[in-house]
């Protein structure tokens, strides 16, 4: 099957198969091929949840959640219209062959055309060979009066269906995709999204799973052989003791099955964070009954919601919580039970995330040095991990069943707006006291109740494309509250900093940086981390702070996310355009990183264009356009450019001031004491 990046395919669950068939029934009045068939799901990019539908490997269709409307939609896609040109009860277009000349994908389907539309007859012409697709208004071999009551048909017709409705088109032989849009007259037509002359349909037999298992029981013994070689090749060499690592996901499901046939009888560990499904909570307990295995629950931070009212909600570019209710905690247990050391199977797969690509068979934690951590199916997909299960006979979750994708803290920021929506309607209650808790924050910041409902909250630093989406429905993502005070200044600057500062090159005030940051352990693996969110003027587009970054090692910038990812020898950066920050390395080596990231950002926001960086640079990689701009193939990060630059100058200074004043907050906040992980720094100025 030809698969979207990332490829992670899953089952269906059979909550998405009734939503699947309530869309189908909704749009085309049939949805009888969905009955007893294998159906895939695979994730891709979008604003939201988005799933290509496969049956039989072909593409059919694409689910996805809009955000706005707070509702799942779906785009047919031309081998599911092949599939409903006989069978569709409404949304299905007939229209005459002859327009099948020349190319006619996303041009306007000429209403003269049409011979039928949602199952009415429309058209009392047929447009003859002459006609151009092209225009619309073309009458062709009709009368002016033929063609003004087929306008009109036409247009009565297109009245109960909203803009962006797909719709099925049968032109011969061909079946294709037609999509409802607004023309530039303000009137609703059809514009033909994509056409396919294959014949697509199922096959008479309907394979179940005990079916699809055997005909991949041998790719599945071979991940599995594979998986056993690692853990038993490595614990051959280590006689410290081993557990595994599980959530109750289907993830660390598989790698428990895999240790049990590696080991005798391996330790579980379960983080009940206090914000597990209840459904997890009695799962993980039942199951590791059944199969007689010693478990240690290990309980995180109790008082999380009185947190979200100081820290305001966790949000997928500052996930404080998993420091508190779950890497702490573990850290405390795994240096109190296993004193000299432990090896940890771990259930991560680089197919999960943009974080966890880079993921190592074997990886130390430099935060706890003594523990080593296994993944044994780290390039395992989705549909492998769920096969692998079934095949085993243990039981999964049940609340994939119900839809959710992945298993972890119910309020978690990294969910999808989706999986908020679904959490409604399956736990009212847990839904209603996370709504709660955000709106109160909400009004608090003097932030509008979209703010919440639409999901903006999970992000500190938004997206573009979410930039995008409050743009198009005038949704402000400041806080009101502090809106008067911020002087006039730029906005990527936050509130506070009343004092005169000094004022330098490009406006910019030295009061106006500021710097906050959660020190512990990483929330996407075991090593150490650091969050930090620092506040300056922005004088120069995101895109030039991903250029002076190339200073510090391989960068990828990921311009819709607005995001770059910096590689050095010593770890790994991810920093946002809001000014987010995320290190991950060693702890010594993250506090050397977040330094120098904080100086290159701000030598990107100071620079003025001198061009001594540009002289200075040995190699030719940099060249000037506004900006700098680094030619990464050529850079050697010997830093010479640094040498004279004012920007750079001024920026070193700018944050071994910022770093002074949080290490002397730091100072007194713990009594002189060193920093304790999980602890968040106050913001000052």
Partial sequence: MELAPPGDIRLCSQRARGLLADLFLESFGYAGFLQDRIILLNKIAGLDRRDQVIIEGRHIATLWFDVAAGGHRLDIEPAGASLLTEKAKKGLVVCDGAI????????WLPPQAIISILGDAVAVGIVSDRADVSQPESKASLSPAQGQATQANFSTSLACLAEGDNLVLKIGKFAGVGVVRRRGDGSKAIRIRDMTQASFSLSDSHPGLTEVLAANR????????????????????????????????KDSLACLILARKALSRPEVLFINTGLEFPETVAYVRDLIKSIKLPLHEIRGESNFFDQVQVFGPPAKDYRWCCKTNKLGPMTSFLAEHYPRGCVTVDGRRIYESFNRSAIRAVERNPYVPSQ?????????????????????GLPLNPLYEQDYERIGCWLCPACLQSEFANLKETHPQLFGQWTASLQDWAAGKGLESRYIDWGFWRWKSHPPKMLELADGHGISLHNSRSEAGRDGRREGSTEGGKGKGEEGEAGYREDEVSIQAVRGRSPCGLEYSIEAKLTFPQNHPFSSVAQALKVLGEVQYAEDLGAAVVRT??????????????????????????????????????CMGCGICEKNCPRGAITLSGTIEIDGKKCNQCKKCIRGCI????????????FREENGKMARLSGEQPRSEGKVSSRFK
């Fill in 569 to 606: 020898e010593k770890g790994r950066a991810t920093v946002f355009a809001g000014g987010h920050i995320m290190i991950i390395a060693g702890r010594e080596e993250a506090e050397m990183i977040l330094r120098d990231v904080c100086e290159a950002v701000l030598r990107a926001q100071l």
């Fill in 218 to 249: 041998t790719a599945l013994q071979a991940l599995e052989k594979a998986a056993l070689s690692e853990i038993k090749g490595y614990l051959s060499r280590n006689r410290l003791p081993v557990n595994v690592s599980f959530s109750g996901g």
């Fill in 100 to 107: 099948l000349k020349g190319h006619i994908k996303g041009k």
């Fill in 372 to 392: 080593t951590t296994l993944a044994p199916i780290r390039n395992w997909r989705a549909l492998e991990v769920m096969l692998y299960i079934h095949e085993s």
């Fill in 647 to 658: 920007a750079a100058d001024r920026a070193g200074k700018i944050t071994a001031r910022i």
